[in-house]
């Protein structure tokens, strides 16, 4: 028989009035264990998603000689490289923990989350941003693109991408180390961010929760304005182009404002206004640790004609390497 809850008398409760806490307790999505198995399956379909979806854009821009020496491609990868990493961070251990009830997660490893989640994620924002730069270049500047926006330069702004990443999580860890923690210990989450450990510490947090604003928030909100700003430039360039190249253009700056509306908005409402966490709160880090990363192999591929023929330049090759090693076998 099911029960109908994972939660019992005996659950792991710490007492640290004398040491430090050593585990924190996740509160979760749900208490109902139907819905936690529901809620497992759903998980697992969409991680199966994430690693499918991102690997196969991977090796297409990989293998296809098209797409692979073009710019927006060589982001695009390095891209799903990150989605698939964000997803890789959370959302096994919330599948472990639905399917057995477990809760616990040790010190280290709640630091761990934090410092991969903001690493991967700061890396994510600015990679979108350089996604929006390389557009703007394309479109209005094209005859001077192929020598801006040459292979050297990409992996020197890749480079700053994943460096400004790094330098955004280890300040955000620093933070939250300054911090004693000796008293409560459960986090109002599913996984362990910022926002929720800040208020486990046993001191007054509000300094630590405005610099947290002022580092995730203000990077969020810095990104996301030049990304409009970018957007705009380019919808502005677009009028007076013919119809045929401006269609084209709009197709593929759609694709991209979508996926930076999926990202940044959930990020803006956690980071920026940490004030009003709730159960809302957890939607939308549902949103940008799960749902994101699922959905943006789906619209790039699906919404790029260019990313469809070059999948289909690659399924072709593939089969046609598989058919020649059967026959020199026979």
């Known amino acids: 028989m099911i029960k109908n809850s994972c939660f019992s008398l005996q659950d792991p409760v710490i ?33 199966a998603a994430i690693l499918l979806g991102n690997l196969l854009i991977v090796l297409t821009v990989h293998i296809d000689s098209h797409v692979q020496k073009l710019p927006m491609y060589f982001f695009l990868a390095n891209l799903s490289i990150i989605d698939t990493s964000v997803g890789s961070v959370i959302v096994p251990k ?21 410092f991969f989640l903001h690493f991967f994620g700061g890396s994510e924002m600015l990679l979108l941003t350089l996604m929006a730069y390389d557009r703007y270049v394309a479109i209005c500047h ?7 926006m040459n292979r050297p330069r990409c992996i020197r702004l890749l480079c700053f991408c994943w460096t400004g990443g790094l330098l955004h999580s ?3 860890l620093f933070l939250v180390l300054r911090l004693p923690f000796c008293g409560p210990n459960e986090v109002d989450n599913f996984f362990c961010d910022v926002p929720q450990v800040v208020k486990l510490a046993c001191v007054d947090s509000h300094v630590t929760e405005i610099l947290m604003v002022a580092n995730s928030g203000l990077l969020s909100l810095v990104c996301f304005v030049i990304l409009l700003v970018s957007y705009g ?8 182009r013919f119809r045929e190249s401006r269609g084209k253009a709009l197709y593929t700056c759609s694709s991209h404002l ?13 980071y920026l206004v940490p004030i009003f966490s709730s159960s809302l709160d957890k939607v939308a880090s549902v949103f940008y640790t799960t749902i994101t990363p699922f959905l943006n192999p789906m619209i790039y591929s699906l919404r790029n004609r260019e990313m469809k023929e070059a999948m289909g330049r690659v399924s072709k090759k593939l089969i046609f390497s598989h058919w020649s090693q059967k026959q020199v076998e026979r």
């Open 15 to 47: 007492f640290m009035n004398v040491s430090r806490v050593t585990e924190f307790i996740f509160l979760g999505l749900s208490r109902s264990r139907p819905i936690q198995l529901l809620l497992f399956v759903l998980v697992m379909m969409c991680y």
């Open 94 to 114: 919330v599948a472990a923990d639905l399917v057995t009830c477990g809760r616990a997660i040790s010190f280290g490893g709640c630091m761990s989350q934090l």
């Open 142 to 148: 094209p005859l001077t693109y192929t020598t801006t």
């Open 170 to 172: 280890a300040s955000q």
């Open 233 to 240: 430039i380019i919808l502005s360039t677009l009028q007076g």
């Open 258 to 270: 979508t996926v930076v509306s999926l990202f940044f908005l959930p990020c803006l409402f956690v």
